[in-house]
């Protein structure tokens, strides 16, 4: 597995309120999923702990929810085409990758194209928020009103932000290298990201934080290293980062938790 495709996966665990009383009924639970050709990937929670992950056991990945003891289990995707990344928005909305049609089962090695897609938190409401693009990584603002995507446009590493029916709202970096792992802090203020270290998608690679206003300076002249590795994920209070770092000495992929309480990247309160 690639960096490229490890980033789009990498995803953790995150616990939110339970659904409200009156809530719509859900889909019928989907059979137990077949052993899989690829590994589950657990992604964020929502409504009590559930755990929303890509499967590829039926022969094409798909998105499922269950309960953390793996009951009820439900297949949000059920179509033709590769569904992967879902990553649980503030209000429990779930924004994922839908991959061409004409991908191989299971989903491609590198993941070349997609579409960034949105749904409800019980699958409905499924609607295209960006059409296809070099995927590199997305993730929601605090406020669920923007997402920030990371994608390779004109021989360029981009970070740009939208709208959710795809408006452009902001270019925020430009850069030479390949850009991964877009996450906004909880402050609103920043978007952490990992950058390439010599131009090839295996590399080694470096955690940087930008300002999530922009403008997209060139080369990231006003980016600030974090950390090296990807695939950064922030706890719900800024004051934490989890992110993945390769060893070349060593086999394997190894996971790390650092302390950025120092950057003050946490929630702003809000007057009263």
């Known amino acids: 597995m690639t960096a490229r495709t490890a980033a789009l996966l990498i995803v953790v665990l995150l616990v939110a309120p339970w659904l409200p009383a009156g809530a719509a009924p859900l889909p019928p639970p989907a059979p137990a999923i077949p052993p899989a050709s690829a ?32 009951a009820n289990q439900v297949n949000f995707s059920r179509g033709s085409q590769d569904e992967i990344s879902p990553e649980t928005g503030p209000d429990g909305r779930i924004l994922y990758l ?33 059409p296809a693009h070099d995927p590199l990584g997305h993730g929601w603002s605090p406020t669920g009103d923007e997402v920030v995507y990371a994608t390779l446009s004109g021989g360029r590493g ?10 452009l709202k902001a270019e925020i970096a430009s850069t030479t290298r390949s850009l991964l792992d877009p996450v906004w802090s909880p402050s609103g203020e920043i978007v952490f990201h990992a950058r390439e270290a010599t131009g090839t998608i295996d590399s080694g690679w470096t955690i940087y934080s930008i300002p999530a206003a922009g403008p997209a300076i060139d080369d990231l002249k ?51």
């Open 98 to 130: 839908r991959l061409p049609s004409a991908a191989p089962p299971g989903g491609a090695t590198v993941v070349s194209s997609g579409e960034l897609w949105i749904m409800d938190h019980d699958g409905r409401n499924q609607r295209q928020v960006l």
């Open 222 to 272: 006003n980016a600030t290293v974090v950390a090296s590795g990807l695939g950064a994920t922030l706890s719900p209070d800024g004051t934490k980062m989890l992110f993945t770092r390769k060893h070349e000495s060593e086999v394997g992929v190894f996971t790390y938790v650092m302390d950025i309480s120092s950057l003050g990247v946490g929630p702003r309160k809000t007057e009263q």
């Open 158 to 167: 981009r970070l740009r932000r939208i709208g959710l029916d795809g408006t």
């Open 39 to 70: 590994p589950i990937i657990p992604s964020e929670a929502y409504d009590g702990g559930r755990i929303y992950f890509t499967s590829g056991g039926t022969g094409r990945s798909h998105i499922y929810r269950m309960e953390p003891d793996g």
